[in-house]
């Protein structure tokens, strides 16, 4: 493989909302932008845009996420173990999965897994189905996770 394929990030537009205020003349329209970025080998971040029109919104979020990245063991293409994620009501369970899987997810589960390159993962989301609450949950329960090699070193233990 060349190098441009591997520097390539994985960028996915989850939600663009619009606001309205009322002005004089009429309606003045604002966006906000929540994007998720990842490069597929194990590191993911996501932003939060508002701007005036589109892009520029989705230029921010996509500036905020590159900048707020995490990284996320996978091992074999699935997690090394169940993890639970919470913010606000929003609640995520994480579960590895044989190969074949696939990603069983919703949307927004979906896009945080695939950009962090996990190729099988059965999900469950409770509480609210809000995409911003269910991505900042699911990236809370990525950023929990821990390796074998990663835990006996912080406990100082062998297993092998």
Not at 14 to 22: L, N, T
Not at 44 to 72: F, H, L
Not at 89 to 99: F, H, I, S
Request: aromatic letters at 4%.
């Amino acid at each position: 493989m060349s190098s441009d394929v591997l520097d390539k990030n994985i960028e996915r537009v989850v939600k663009i909302k619009r606001c309205a205020a009322v002005v004089k003349g009429g309606r003045r329209f604002s966006f906000a932008a929540m994007v998720v970025v990842g490069d597929g080998r194990g590191k993911v971040g996501w932003g939060y845009g508002k701007a005036n029109e589109v892009p520029p919104c989705v230029d921010k979020a996509t500036k905020q996420a590159s900048r707020s990245m995490i990284d996320v063991p996978v091992v074999e293409g699935s997690i090394p173990h169940q993890v639970k994620g919470r913010f606000g009501a929003a609640k995520v369970v994480l579960v590895p999965a044989g190969p074949g899987t696939g990603v069983i997810a919703g949307s927004a589960v979906r896009a945080v897994c695939e950009a962090a390159g996990i190729e099988n993962i059965l999900t469950k989301s409770f509480g609210t189905n809000n995409p911003v609450t269910l991505i900042k949950a699911t990236v809370d329960a990525l950023s929990n996770l821990r390796t074998k090699d990663q835990v006996e070193r912080l406990r100082g233990v062998s297993l092998s």
